[in-house]
């Protein structure tokens, strides 16, 4: 199959490539957007929709992404070439690859604000500042920090800084190796502050909220939402996952890897709900608060446990690592572009494109405080970047990946690759053939009714 095996370097083990797909799935999705988003959309319809679009759309399309990615051994757009042409397609699929690079770039300029604000929290919390200190004056807080186009210009540059000089060395496997370590850390401390809700009130609550089935508030909206989401948290619908794939071993088996990741995302995602929710409700919160959710709620927790200080300066430090093996995958493929396609070396490919996020970074952080008033469709920037990616592109990046595997592949190879004796294949045929495409469609279709 490889058509040019010798290309690049493979992952030692698949223990290696796990880690790198689990460092770029876990992030600001899981902790940060997960939970905000259940508040937005009035929680368990949400949860219920998003799982249901993680086992049948997110799962088979992150298989579909390796797989187009290890047979090409490219960047995406010439793996999405180079692979159609060899099944005797248009070499046009490689625009697929070309916009799930686009995609990256536009999500890593406002992921690269929240970085910050994680990263400016640090130092808010490991200073002490929350302690004794009740739900307003932690909101004051946030707004202050909202309001100040200063301080979140700082911090967004020190979280690009820090992306960009990673990606830029070229150290991306020391951070994932790093992973092995903190990644686990961080699950053990949003299980510690779990814990903390349990003893605290509010957990009943929170549980009913996020579990107890409530159809009656599933919506076209909700489903866009929930669908957009479930790409974004597994970082498929980007190409990221294709340039993955690329270094894959021939030995790996890509369904139960993936059903690693899966797995292991949901968790944390689902762990970061239940750390935040039942403070909301045992403080009178407002879950729909928006982007804000869990840096207006958990403070308060921090300022009022034993070690809150200690434990809260830990929970920021581990999100903002986890944010930062997130956002290398998100850098990477357009920095690779350049070095490719352009006389430009790495260092100076690297320094472009994070000069370019980080511009528009500006943008997407001014529409909290001097540009708020500036509306593109009803949305401000940092509204409208979120939504144009995780709402269309990464959808739509996604729908074709599966397509093309689906119907556009050699059928036969891909059953041998998978290794799916007759009945299970079948399953994935009809999953990958239409369940899954289906469901994109009629999502979108659904939301544009509404
Ligand atoms: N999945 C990451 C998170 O949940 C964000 C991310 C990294 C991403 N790479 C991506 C999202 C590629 C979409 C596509 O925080």
Redesign the pocket.
């Known amino acids: 199959m490889a058509i040019n095996k010798q290309e690049h370097a493979q992952w030692s083990s698949s223990f290696g490539f796990v880690l790198a797909a689990v460092g770029?799935?876990?992030?600001?999705?899981?902790i940060w957007k997960f939970p905000y988003m259940v508040g937005e959309s009035g929680g368990s319809a949400f949860v219920i929709a998003y799982l249901f679009c993680l086992a049948l759309i997110g799962f088979p399309i992150l298989v579909a992404e390796w797989l187009i990615g290890r047979r090409g051994q490219k960047n995406p757009i010439n793996t999405y070439s180079d692979v159609a042409a060899s099944e005797g397609k248009s070499r046009s699929w490689s625009i697929v690859g070309a916009t799930g690079i686009l995609?990256?770039f536009l999500?890593l300029s406002f992921?690269s604000v929240i970085g910050g604000w994680a990263l400016n929290y640090i130092t808010k919390v490991g200073s002490g500042s929350f302690a004794g200190q009740d739900s307003d004056s932690v909101a004051a807080t946030f707004d202050a920090m909202l309001a100040s186009a200063g301080t979140l210009t700082i911090w967004h540059t020190v979280f690009m800084v820090i992306t960009a000089v990673i990606v830029g060395v070229g150290v991306t496997k020391g951070i994932e190796n790093a992973a092995k370590i903190l990644m686990p850390l961080l699950g053990v401390i949003l299980f510690v502050i779990v814990g903390y809700n349990v003893m605290n009130g509010g957990f009943g609550e929170a549980v009913n909220y996020l579990f107890a089935p409530d159809l009656s508030k599933l919506n076209g909206d909700v489903m866009l939402a929930a669908l957009g989401h479930a790409?974004?948290?597994?970082?498929?619908?980007?190409g990221?996952m294709v340039a993955y794939g690329s270094y894959l071993g021939r030995d790996v088996n890509l369904l139960s890897t993936a059903r690693t990741v899966v797995i292991l995302d949901t968790v944390i995602a689902l762990a970061a709900g239940l750390a935040i929710f039942p403070i909301i409700f045992s403080n009178g919160l407002d879950p729909a608060s928006g982007p804000g959710l869990i840096f207006v709620s958990l403070p308060i927790a921090f300022g009022s446990m034993g070690a809150g200080a200690i434990i809260g300066t830990l929970f920021f430090l581990l999100i903002t690592f986890a944010?930062v093996t997130?956002s290398i995958?998100?850098l990477e493929p357009t920095v690779e572009l350049l070095e490719e396609r352009t006389p430009m070396s790495r260092t100076v490919s690297t320094i472009v494109a994070s000069i370019a996020v980080w511009l528009l970074g500006i943008a997407a952080l001014l529409s909290f405080n001097l540009w708020s008033d500036f509306t593109i469709m009803g949305n401000g920037i940092f509204d409208a970047l979120d939504k144009v990616t995780s709402k269309f592109m990464?959808p739509l990046t996604g729908l074709a990946a599966i397509i093309f595997v689906g119907w556009q592949m050699d059928q036969r190879s891909i059953q041998q690759e998978l290794g799916l004796s007759n009945f299970t294949w079948q399953l994935w045929q009809i999953i990958a053939k239409f369940v899954a495409p289906i469901a994109v469609l009629i999502v979108f279709v659904t939301s544009l009714m509404n």
Not at 24 to 30: E, I, Q, R
Not at 231 to 238: A, C, H, K, N, R
């Open positions: 770029s799935a876990v992030g600001l999705g899981n995609g990256g999500i992921y790409f974004f948290t597994l970082s498929i619908g980007m990221i944010a997130s995958s998100l990464l």
